[in-house]
């Protein structure tokens, strides 16, 4: 039957009206609203925030009470509204809200969604003691970064937090923590939630950051960088407070780590209070030392004798006697959660004899007064009391239809005012719902154990799980629902939530996961699938990002959940998903070393398999492919798939992994002799990296970036970004620090100090081992023989020759590192010819390949071999083909690094250069050879064309300060004879003036 009354806002007139058929509206109904709702029956509400009906339904000893339902999309709702003596129009509105709030999503869209009770202050009680003192100090902390109070349950934590919080005006930004929130995304998505009270614009665009699912290959989310973000906005907002409840039921580490993080670089608009039962592992110490922590502990939080028997007063009925009051304050030492129970006990006393009578039943510590207690209180409570305080004992939070679905007892919402109104533990949060006192539920929670039994427990959870679900709390469900054994409504539950929400919180569906039995596993493909990607992700992929390895002993604990997996889809026909299971199988063979070849038969399968939406799995299995080509060489090859797995990573918006294979190409175009364009896509990522406060991307593009100054000889700006780089250390991957190692090695070698390179680079190799580092050993181990060759120490260079000679060389970029280095040691042997013949070998396969800056290379140690075999114009040749090509890049080490011998060759193209911007090229590369670098070398044996006798003589006299008409007349020629001479030698020494021709000519020994 439809209400007779309809009570309408009525936006027009901005008010509310009572309307009913026939008659006209009242506006004014304020002075009549108590005695209406006493005489109606039902009524219809259309509010600001949506349309409710009300029933007042009668009750057990005549009591009557509001009940509000909200029918949406064909399915109705109910929420316990109160008395009438209770009932507002401001509480129908927010009736209205909420259900319109709470309405759950399609099941065919689950989400993760936040709980809003988890950010609510707990609401404050009316009758509390007031504790200036505390107060006072409360006051005090906000000078320093942190406030903590550390005390054990039943201290009055929350309780003293939230009475200083009414006395204060800054908005507070609260988080009740539990023990769902260790992982390090739900942890930080929650903090950002509960501040968007501090960042009313910024917030939401901060916390889509955590909200992005984690993506293949599952690399660790860039916290650091998402928390600068936030720390920025947090400096732009007005002074406020941030209150992290129960932080005690957290034990990840990198929340701590990154709480740290949080805490070294709060802006001093935000002032912390942590409220736990022992102190964290967060870094007290150096808070202390900087007097940046505020604490308080258990000894401050006890009543004193005078407090203790100020709330006995104000809540007894009668007063006890001195002595009375003395035993009890000390046995009970002041504890605040005592003192409630005690009187929450003595409410059933009518007489001070017949408290004092009770009183001397119980004596002893915390617990066993906590268990007496909690037994008095439950024993006192009707039956039908004792029941539902402890069926809802297990629930973290309460709300009316959530208790009527695990009671059954359709007056719950009543009777979580009772004991609201009772005192009795009960904490309201919203209007709506609740949550028990964390001391007195974990008490209920060993009573009810005791009463009902595990299985009454389980059965409790299961319902719990159910209307979890049906309410979108998937969260919640999946707990319950595991807690309950009910492992198959588990398994539904987590298979829709990551359906729709794919990989977000990857700690917390790994957690799920392993609760599962494997029987219930096995019958669920998709998680099979997820149980081996969250187990990679969990356990491996921080050691692999660090070590560049995989433990090979751990790699069955994959094989089992992923075979399954592949039958069953297999047997489906289900191509698709088949094609993801390959492509973590790429992913995981990636990490094995010696398993490339296979990864790129999975990715390649994969590949073909997957469905073309699958933009994430895709640029994986690419970029496994391009990295496999560029180590063995195939360049041409890795830059086409690494590009195109660029792509795919830039049009999916997942920057972390957009910035790698940005990187990876930028070294792959290095390799191929673009410095400019690797050097545009290095500073992309440091950019991008900088802005994100990304230490993993920031390291390796300084690295790069260094890398590409070194052959640009711009030695200064390398050892700044090399030092910059250094700092971050023990973020870096050890592959990245020891490339740091190998590069700061070569810089003191250009300086002269080659010793000292040489030192550095023994020290790496012993640190390095072949099996798991092989590229950068052969790597460490050539550059070592080349320093060694131009400190002359042939033995030496040799050994390190026939090192890098004994391992692996069966791939092509390994081969051509070995010959390359076999023909510098045949050039200084004397056997030009067979240094000859190798290179020309090896030349047209390095070119094909792509491998550009080994061409130059290979070229460079051509034109020293044409020059050993006396053969001039074809030196000059090889050499003008190779500065042609580079001048646009700006190689510089690239010659330098030749030695001496090289610079003489370059020094004589000068007569034959044309080209001004060749001419202007090769005389940065001769003036870049510092005199460090050439009193190393050795001495060049002879100009490739030699100055005649005569031309000598006038070299002598050019170098002794002579003028041209003074040489003509000491050598009896004329004026244009010597000028002539004089161009002759310029041309064969390189050089374009008198002071140029009178050093270089030293440097050859054709002068004293």
Not at 688 to 696: G, I
């Amino acid at each position: 039957m439809a209400p007779l009354y309809t009570l309408v806002w009525l936006p027009e007139h901005q008010c509310y009206a009572l309307s009913q058929p026939g008659q006209p509206d009242t506006y004014d109904i304020q002075e009549q609203w108590r005695a209406w709702l006493d005489a109606c029956s039902s009524f219809a509400f259309e509010g600001k925030n949506g349309h409710l009906t009300l029933r007042k339904e009668p009750r057990k000893r005549g009591e009557s009470y509001w009940y509000a339902y909200c029918t949406r999309n064909r399915r109705t709702r109910k929420r316990y509204a109160g008395r009438s003596t209770d009932l507002t129009i401001a509480k129908l509105e927010e009736i209205a809200r909420l259900l319109t709030a709470t309405e759950p999503a399609p099941r065919t869209a689950p989400t993760l969604t936040l709980l809003e009770t988890k950010l609510s202050l707990p609401r404050l009680q009316t009758s509390l003691l007031s504790r200036s003192s505390l107060l006072d100090r409360l006051n005090l902390g906000l000078e320093r970064k942190l406030t903590l109070i550390s005390a054990p349950a039943g201290f009055g934590k929350t309780t003293i937090v939230r009475q200083w919080l009414n006395s204060r005006t800054e908005p507070v930004a609260w988080l009740s923590l539990d023990a769902g929130d260790n992982d390090p995304a739900r942890f930080w998505r929650y903090v950002v939630a509960a501040c968007r009270a501090l960042l009313p614009d910024q917030g939401q665009q901060v916390l889509a950051l955590f909200a992005t699912p984690s993506q293949p290959p599952f690399t660790l989310p860039p916290l650091e960088a998402i928390l600068t973000t936030f720390l920025n906005a947090l400096a732009h907002c007005n002074a406020g407070l941030l209150v992290l409840e129960d932080y005690h039921v957290i034990t990840d580490p990198c929340i701590h780590e990154t709480l740290a993080f949080f805490l070294d670089h709060l802006p001093p608009t935000l002032h912390i209070v942590l409220i736990a039962r022992g102190d964290p592992p967060l870094p007290l110490v150096r808070l202390r030392a900087r007097n940046e922590l505020h604490e308080l502990h258990a000894h401050d939080l006890r009543f004193s004798p005078e407090e203790t028997r100020a709330f006995l007063t104000q809540e007894l009925a009668f007063t006890l006697t001195p002595e009375t009051l003395n035993t009890l304050s000390t046995r009970l030492e002041g504890w605040p959660a005592g003192l409630r129970l005690l009187t929450i006990m003595l409410q059933g006393c009518e007489t001070q004899t017949e408290a004092e009578t009770r009183l001397h039943t119980f004596a002893g510590e915390h617990r066993p007064i906590l268990d007496y207690f909690v037994s008095e209180v439950l024993n006192a409570q009707p039956e039908s009391l004792q029941s539902f305080l402890l069926h809802t004992s297990m629930l973290s939070r309460l709300t009316g239809s959530l208790c009527m679905a695990v009671t059954g007892n359709p007056a719950s919402d009543a009777l979580l005012e009772t004991l609201e109104q009772a005192h009795l533990f009960l904490e309201p949060l919203d209007g709506l719902w609740y949550r028990y006192h964390a001391l007195f539920a974990e008490a209920m929670q060993h009573e009810a154990k005791r009463h009902l039994g595990e299985a009454t427990l389980q059965a409790i959870s299961s319902k719990a799980s159910y209307w979890y679900e049906e309410h979108s709390m998937l969260e919640e469900a999946v707990d319950a629902a595991l807690y309950a054994c009910d492992f198959s409504h588990a398994a539904t539950i987590i298979e829709r939530f990551v359906d729709f929400n794919a990989l977000t919180y990857i700690p917390t569906l790994h957690r799920w996961l392993q609760q599962l039995p494997f029987e219930t596993l096995k019958q669920h493909p998709t998680l099979c699938l997820n149980y081996a990607i969250t187990q990679f992700f969990t356990h491996f992929a921080d050691f692999i990002h660090m070590t560049g390895r995989f433990p090979q002993t751990e790699r069955a604990q994959f094989e089992e959940p992923l075979q399954l997996a592949q039958q069953v889809w297999q047997a489906e026909g289900n191509i698709p998903r088949l094609g993801e299971v390959f492509a973590f199988q790429s992913l995981l063979s990636s990490s094995f070393s010696g398993e490339m070849q296979q990864a790129v038969e999975y990715a390649k399968k994969a590949l073909d398999y997957l469905d073309e939406k699958e933009l994430a799995w895709r640029s994986t299995c690419l970029r496994i492919i391009g990295l496999t080509a560029r180590r063995r060489g195939d360049l041409n090859e890795a830059r086409r798939t690494i590009t195109e797995a660029s792509a795919l990573s830039e049009t999916i918006g997942n920057r972390p992994i957009a910035r790698l294979t940005t990187l990876l190409l930028g070294i792959v175009c290095a390799e191929q002799g673009e410095l400019q364009q690797a050097a545009a896509y290095y500073q992309q990522v440091l950019d991008e990296a900088r802005a994100q406060a990304d230490p993993t991307d920031i390291g390796p593009a300084l690295l790069c970036l260094a890398q590409l100054a070194y052959e640009r000889n711009r030695l200064d700006e390398a050892e700044q970004q090399l030092a910059e780089a250094n700092q971050l250390r023990s973020q870096l991957p050890e592959e990245t620090c020891r490339r740091i190692q190998l590069l700061m090695a070569l810089l003191e070698h250009a300086r002269g100090q080659s010793e000292n390179a040489l030192e550095r680079l023994t020290n790496l190799l012993a640190r390095l081992q072949p099996v798991h580092a092989l590229p950068l050993y052969r790597e460490v181990l050539t550059y070592q023989a080349r320093i060694q060759l131009a400190l002359s120490d042939l033995s030496a260079a040799r050994r390190s020759y026939e090192k890098l000679r004994m391992l692996e060389s069966t791939l092509p970029d390994y081969a051509e590192q070995e010959a390359l280095l076999l023909a510098r040691l045949q050039l200084v042997d004397g056997k030009a010819q067979a240094a000859l013949d190798l290179l020309h070998t090896i030349l047209p396969q390095a070119t094909k390949a792509g491998r550009i800056r080994r061409a130059f290379e290979i070229q460079l140690l051509l034109s020293l071999a044409y020059t050993a075999l006396k053969q001039p114009q074809e030196a000059r040749q090889r050499l003008y083909s190779t500065l042609h090509q580079t001048r646009s890049e700006g190689y510089i080490r690239l010659f330098l690094d030749e030695g001496d011998a090289l610079l003489g060759l370059l020094q004589s193209l000068f007569g034959s250069l044309r080209e001004k911007p060749l001419l202007t090229y090769l005389r940065t590369i001769l003036q870049a050879a510092t005199p460090a670098r050439q009193a190393l070398a050795s001495p060049p044996s002879a100009l490739i064309e030699p100055l005649s006798p005569q031309e000598r003589r006038v070299l002598r006299l050019l170098a002794a300060g002579h003028s041209n008409p003074e040489i003509a007349r000491e050598l009896v020629v004329s004026v244009n004879t010597v000028r002539t001479q004089v161009q002759s030698i310029y041309r064969k020494l390189g050089v374009s003036n008198r002071v140029a021709a009178s050093e270089t000519a030293r440097s050859f020994h054709l002068l004293p």
